[in-house]
């Protein structure tokens, strides 16, 4: 079974950069990608980023492209994301995420990040 936890979340202020993290442990873990999520109050999940296994490749949402970067640290089995200049409109709680190669998604418990103004 995989089990995520991501770090790194709190209170900062506007343009105080924070990088989240997130570590995968379980037995045979494989890996197809990685990624990170955030949750707005009553809202359904945004898809922010995702990187592949061997972290050659990345992808990320349109409107956080510049500030949000997705980096891996795959002998750590760490996914990063490096938040940059943020606003108030970025709290959040940030999921983690790691899609197997067979195909199962598993979940961090999530880390609340809070931008004052």
């Known amino acids: 079974q995989v089990q995520l936890v991501e770090s790194g979340g709190g209170l900062v202020q506007s343009g105080e950069s924070l990088k989240l993290s997130c570590v995968a442990s379980?037995?045979?873990?494989?890996?197809?990608?990685m990624g990170w999520y955030r949750q707005y109050p009553e809202k359904q999940r945004e898809w922010l980023a995702n990187?592949?296994?061997?972290?050659?490749?990345?992808n990320h949402r349109d409107s956080v492209k510049g500030r949000f970067t997705i980096s891996r640290d795959t002998a750590k089995n760490r996914v990063y994301l490096q938040i940059n200049n943020p606003t108030p409109e970025d709290t959040a709680v940030y999921y983690c995420?790691?899609?197997?190669?067979?195909?199962?998604?598993?979940w961090g418990p999530g880390t609340q990040v809070t931008v004052s103004s």
């Open positions: 995420y790691l899609d197997s190669v067979m195909g199962d998604r598993s």
């Open positions: 990187i592949n296994s061997a972290g050659t490749a990345t």
């Open positions: 379980g037995s045979g873990l494989s890996i197809r990608f």
